[in-house]
Nanobody, 125 residues
Framework: QAPLVESGGGLVQPGGSLRLSCAAS????????MGWYRQAPGQQRELVAA???????TYADSAKGRFTISRDNAKNTVYLQMNSLKPEDTSVYYC???????????????????WGQGTQVTVSS
């Protein structure tokens, strides 16, 4: 069984919303930091949002104010709510199980080699 399985992608018009889900298995989900990445054709994979095990969050500038990462540890699931979608949000979205480094007022997320298979999000009229 794959450790991470994404769902919820699809075709949406500009300005629309989607909620992605990532179900985790085979590990103690609640102790891990989780991240959502995306990769467009010909582009590098980039971190969109991340959550610590306790629910603290961080976002890429492109996602701030529009995307929300959340997690339900009882369901071993992390979500990415995406609102006000733009054509430039079109990508394959991946979830990742990683780790964090804490600083005084913030933290940084480091991805691991544990990835889901990805889910396609296409924003187009």
């Amino acid at each position: 069984q794959a450790p991470l399985v994404e769902s919820g992608g699809g075709l949406v018009q500009p300005g629309g919303s989607l909620r992605l889900s990532c179900a985790a298995s085979g590990s103690i989900f609640s102790i891990y930091a989780m991240g959502w990445y995306r990769q467009a054709p010909g582009q590098q994979r980039e971190l969109v949002a991340a959550s610590t095990s306790g629910g603290r969050t961080t976002y890429a500038d492109s996602a701030k104010g529009r995307f929300t990462i959340s997690r339900d540890n009882a369901k071993n699931t992390v979500y990415l709510q995406m609102n006000s979608l733009k054509p430039e949000d079109t990508s394959v979205y991946y979830c990742n199980r990683g780790s964090v480094t804490y600083y005084v007022n913030t933290f940084s997320y480091t991805g691991s080699s544990v990835w889901g298979q990805g889910t396609q999000v296409t924003v187009s009229s």
